[in-house]
């Protein structure tokens, strides 16, 4: 029998089998599985159990479905599938595992190390999130003027720098939680855990 066991900050919340055909996910107090934040959908995706697969749904949600770090809308899902759905990370194990297909999804869950969001925290889309899956995203201008620019190491490390008009660079490092302002957009950096810290 399949199994996903939701987590948030790397705590797992819940473990659910999945017994029935259809289970709905998100924000809904109707929903099979209701995941309350903000950046969760109120019809955010579903799964379809049909015999001995299962398969992932997007319902057309605001912040989209990440499944090994890629946006997906419909996912036949494989044993040990990471499921991002707003601040909440899903796992999907499966009750007669079989190696996942030897693709690009495959291949960044085992190399990824860390899977980065920026969280608008204001303004009309508050409630919204970035993925960082890009090595360089400039955010735009800090009240002082200074370009604000969210750079990953080699080392797979977030630092977050501001430039000023003179070239004059400034960086901080981020960790899970850190917020901070461009102009009037307040955001927050999030970090969902490694794969294997998952695997309980």
């Not at 996942?100 to 980065?116: E, F, W």
Request: overall charge positive.
């Amino acid at each position: 029998m399949a199994q996903l066991t939701i987590s948030l900050s790397n705590q797992v919340l819940k473990r659910i089998k999945l017994t029935r055909p259809c289970y709905t996910i998100g924000r809904a107090a109707n929903c099979d599985v209701q995941l309350q934040d903000r950046t969760v959908s109120s019809q955010h995706a579903r799964i379809v159990v049909a015999g001995e697969d299962c398969f992932l749904e997007d319902l057309g949600s605001t912040n989209k479905v990440l499944i090994n770090n890629l946006p997906c809308e419909r996912h036949l899902l494989h044993h040990d599938d990471v499921m991002l759905i707003g601040i909440y990370t899903l796992l999907f194990q499966s009750s007669t595992p079989a190696p996942a297909p030897n693709n690009q999804s495959a291949d960044l869950k085992l190399n990824t190390l860390k899977i980065a969001q920026l969280e608008i925290l204001s303004g009309r889309k508050q409630g919204q999130i970035l993925p960082l899956n890009k090595d360089r995203m400039t955010l735009g201008q800090s009240s002082n003027g200074s370009a604000v620019i969210i750079e990953r190491s080699a080392q797979g490390h977030f630092l977050l720098k501001t430039v000023n008009s003179k070239g004059e660079q400034s960086s901080t490092n981020l960790e899970h939680g850190y917020t901070f302002k461009v102009g009037e957009l307040s955001l927050r950096f999030r970090e969902v855990p490694k794969t294997d810290t998952l695997l309980v």
